[in-house]
């Protein structure tokens, strides 16, 4: 609180004096006489009685005050109890992400050992294309036919192709029948298996010795020079049959249809 000036205590100084003055002055005129006593005493007993009014609204006022404050202490408590619930339910939320993220990592890092196993197969599956063919008068063939081919993987699925236009087979069909147990039985993957085997029918059928139907089911057929060069790469792999087990395999699935 600011602190008076002098001046404004000389002020205060004088209103009380001038009080003080008053005060005496009519105490001494109207002293004796018993009028004003009574006047006086009823002036006291107006004022106690408006006391008491305003003390008793006061009251009043304040019991209001302090319901009001009660009430909106609840509210408030209310609110808090609401935020606090709000804060669990989240904090829940976040622990579940938290899991479903941690299950999402797992399974993406198995499809990765996955996606790791199956390069390595597929890896293994290309060595072989560096490898020469058993069938040693293949290579002696002129024209760079896929039938030519050194790489014993591209012999196979020629002796896949030759066998399903024999058989008459869709595509369907000789992935179930030669494809899935020729792969089982090397370890290779049924997508590199796949893979070899289409890449042999487009070449086959760029090189005009094959066509194939139109379709969802791809079936294959023989042209003009594809039965001789299938026999004779089908002579030379069954003559040296039990020296590679990529064509004596594929020999032996074969003849489970004959």
Excluded at 124 to 148: A, C, E, N, R, Y
Excluded at 178 to 184: E, F, Q, S, T, Y
Excluded at 195 to 209: H, K, T, Y
Aim: net charge negative.
């Amino acid at each position: 609180m600011k602190s008076l000036t002098t001046r404004e205590w000389v002020f205060v100084v004088v209103i009380v004096i001038g009080a003080q003055f008053f005060i005496h002055s009519i105490s001494g005129r109207f002293g004796g006489s018993a009028s004003a006593l009574g006047y006086v005493s009823f002036a006291g007993t107006v004022v106690s009685i408006l006391l008491g009014l305003i003390a008793i609204i006061y009251s009043f006022v304040q019991s209001i005050s302090q319901t009001s404050s009660v009430a909106e202490m609840s509210r408030q408590t209310e609110l808090l109890t609401s935020a606090a619930r709000e804060i669990i339910a989240s904090k829940d939320m976040l622990h579940n992400s938290a899991e479903e993220i941690r299950s999402v990592t797992g399974t993406l890092a198995g499809k990765l050992d996955d996606n790791t196993r199956e390069l390595g197969v597929i890896k293994q599956g290309l060595s072989g294309f560096t490898l020469s063919s058993p069938v040693s008068d293949i290579q002696k063939k002129d024209g760079g036919s896929v039938f030519d081919s050194p790489r014993e993987y591209m012999g196979v699925a020629c002796l896949i192709v030759g066998k399903a236009i024999e058989m008459g087979w869709d595509w369907e069909d000789i992935q179930r029948n030669i494809i899935r147990p020729w792969c089982k039985e090397n370890g290779l993957s049924n997508n590199f298996g796949d893979g070899v085997v289409s890449a042999v029918i487009m070449a086959l059928e760029a090189e005009n010795l094959i066509s194939l139907t139109d379709g969802d089911n791809v079936v294959p057929s023989a042209r003009d020079g594809f039965h001789e060069k299938y026999d004779a790469i089908l002579q030379e792999a069954r003559a040296e049959f039990g020296e590679n087990k990529a064509y004596s395999s594929c020999i032996e699935i074969m003849d489970r249809f004959d």
